[in-house]
């Protein structure tokens, strides 16, 4: 059963924080294509769905995670204590910094082709573009880190 739950978390984790990980790194450079080119704004769009659509898949990670951890009596080991702290970090980076700050961009986007002068928002476009980046940066090594505490875990049966 204990394979079983680790390829569920392991698959959830490909298929949900992967996507996440790619869109949201994308989007600042869409978004400030979308501002160069009235047409491109269909793909800032798109990557915010793919961010928001995925982020709520990707609650199967922690779900199939606990149970993995719970089936190898491992819950109380400072590895995974330390791993389940950074994806709670990677998650609030998500909801509360990059989808709220991707959607307000997208907003502003609609509000200057509706006539707003796209010049002057052309400042705090690059500005916007740079935190999702930072943001986006900060979310993908968060990930890298659970996922590199996952593999070369203290006590880990592998032999690695």
């Not at 392991?10 to 990980?21: F, K, S």
């Not at 990670?61 to 590895?79: D, E, I, Q, R």
């Not at 609030?92 to 002068?117: F, N, R, T």
Request: hydrophobic share 60%; aromatic share 8%.
């Amino acid at each position: 059963m204990t394979k079983f739950l680790l390829s569920l978390h392991v698959l959830a984790a490909i298929i949900a924080v992967g996507p996440v990980a790619v869109a949201a790194s994308m989007f600042p450079k869409a978004l400030r294509r979308a501002y160069e080119d009235a047409e491109g704004a269909a793909w800032p769009r798109l990557l915010y769905r793919v961010c928001r659509v995925y982020a709520g898949v990707g609650i199967a990670v922690p779900v199939f995670g606990f149970a993995t951890a719970s089936n190898m009596g491992v819950l109380g080991s400072a590895w995974l204590i330390t791993a389940i702290g950074l994806t709670a970090v990677a998650a609030g980076v998500l909801a509360l910094w990059i989808l709220p700050a991707q959607q307000a961009a997208l907003e502003d986007l609609a509000g200057a082709g509706d006539g707003a002068d796209a010049d002057a928002g052309g400042v705090g476009v690059a500005k916007v573009a740079a935190r999702l980046g930072a943001a986006t940066g900060v979310f993908n090594l968060l990930w890298a880190t659970v996922t590199v505490l996952m593999i070369v875990r203290p006590g880990s049966t592998t032999g690695a």
